[in-house]
């Protein structure tokens, strides 16, 4: 029999997916599974998006142009021009999700076997990106006692080596919900100009800031533009996980040019995700502010909930729509496991994802869960209940 490649082997799976089969047969079961481990918003799509694709008039669905349809582009430019980043069209290369654009980014910037650095806890799926363009995490730890802030700068400079390429940051943050305050994007800013770095920004979450905080863009450093490859995406923004568009964005010509040349092997991104994308800049402001306030409901409801369960820490994201919790047990991914194959209450049970997968450091996350506060506060309200009995009876309970 053929063996697999090596590469296929190092390629991680996915901890937020990981534990789908035990989802599967619980539901098998009639039991309601509660789902608290994926970034999948139940809030609707915009009309405008949905109007777009209903009354589509093509003859022929054509591949676009690689990166991405020019009256898109002219209009996502417009749009980050509005938050004062001052790009041209040209900046901008549109991809398949957010995910391609770290992907096409890796590849452009970094060689096999060369380096970033990201503080972690860190999105589970950056793991296999890198894996996927031959290149190594080195993980900073933040810690959940002050609420995943950025780790102090000398602990960037004391893990580099010369195969330091760059630094990746999600900003608000997967998964903890931390939103980086200017301070610290200055901190970074400096840093990436002392030794010449790539600055990833992952900037998926931004419209999520909550509490009259700000979201700084790493696009308005000053000074590093040419460093900055920032990452964008509709699927959180809009609620349009589904279509499959996010963008690529630096004042970097010649990474622009490089990551083009990827976009052009795999020919195009989604035609009707950029029919969709187009449409959602006519988004109405009403929107925003109803997600807005049912996200910040959602937020407090869930983080107030958790802290209430004895033993159960979690601290108040700022961003996003995620946070980690501290769970008095003796192995989260146990635990997750077990809550689906062995415990229901009120035939139910709940979904999250196992916080070791966001951490590249062996033995972090081990009590830790990422929970996704994407479902309205009446089922975050029942999961709640399911999670504090289930801790009751959780035969690993360690305090």
């Not at 994007?185 to 990833?200: G, N, T």
């Not at 996010?246 to 990827?262: P, R």
């Not at 916080?355 to 033995?363: C, D, I, K, V, W």
């Amino acid at each position: 029999m053929p063996t697999i490649s090596d590469r296929g082997n190092l390629m991680p799976a996915s901890p937020i997916r990981r534990l789908a089969p035990y989802a599967e047969a619980a539901r098998a079961k009639g039991l309601r599974v509660i789902h608290l481990n994926i970034g999948q918003p139940d809030i609707k799509t915009p009309e405008v998006a949905l109007n777009a694709i209903r009354n589509i008039d093509l003859k022929i669905v054509e591949y676009s142009h690689s990166a991405g349809n020019e009256s898109y582009r002219r209009k996502v430019a417009d749009k980050f021009n509005g938050l004062g980043m001052g790009i041209d069209y040209t900046d901008i290369l549109i991809t398949t999700g957010g995910s391609e654009a770290i992907i096409f980014s890796f590849l452009a910037c970094l060689n096999p076997g060369e380096e970033i650095i990201i503080p972690e806890p860190f999105y589970a799926n950056y793991n296999g990106f890198a894996s996927m363009a031959g290149i190594n995490i080195i993980p900073i730890p933040s810690s959940i006692e002050d609420g995943f802030a950025l780790p102090p700068i000398e602990e960037f400079e004391k893990v580099m080596t010369p195969k330091t390429k760059g630094i990746l940051i999600c900003n608000p943050n997967n998964p903890t919900g931390y939103l980086y305050s200017m301070e610290e994007m200055l901190q970074l800013r400096d840093l990436v100009a002392k030794h010449d770095l790539y600055l990833f920004s992952d900037e998926v979450y931004r419209e999520f800031c909550y509490d009259g905080e700000k979201h700084i863009s790493a696009m308005h450093l000053k000074g590093i533009e040419q460093n900055v490859v920032m990452v964008d995406s509709v699927s959180k923004r809009y609620s349009e996980c589904g279509v499959r568009i996010g963008a690529l964005v630096t004042k970097n010509k010649e990474v622009i040019q490089t990551a083009l040349k990827y976009g052009q092997a795999r020919l195009s991104p989604p035609g009707f995700g950029q029919i969709a994308g187009e449409a959602s800049l006519e988004t109405p402001p009403e929107y925003f502010e109803e997600v807005y306030n049912e996200y910040i409901a959602r937020r407090d409801f869930i983080v107030e909930g958790l802290n209430k369960i004895p033993g159960v820490y979690s601290p108040m994201p700022k961003g996003a729509f995620y946070t980690v919790a501290k769970l008095p047990v003796d192995d989260a991914d146990k635990f997750c496991q077990w809550i689906l194959s062995d415990f229901e209450y009120n035939k139910q049970t709940v979904m999250m994802a196992p916080a070791s997968g966001f951490y590249s450091t062996p033995g972090k996350g081990k009590d830790e869960v990422r929970i996704a506060y994407v479902l309205k506060v009446e089922d975050l309200a029942k999961a709640l209940e399911v999670l504090e009995k289930a801790l009751e009876a959780y035969p690993g309970r360690t305090v």
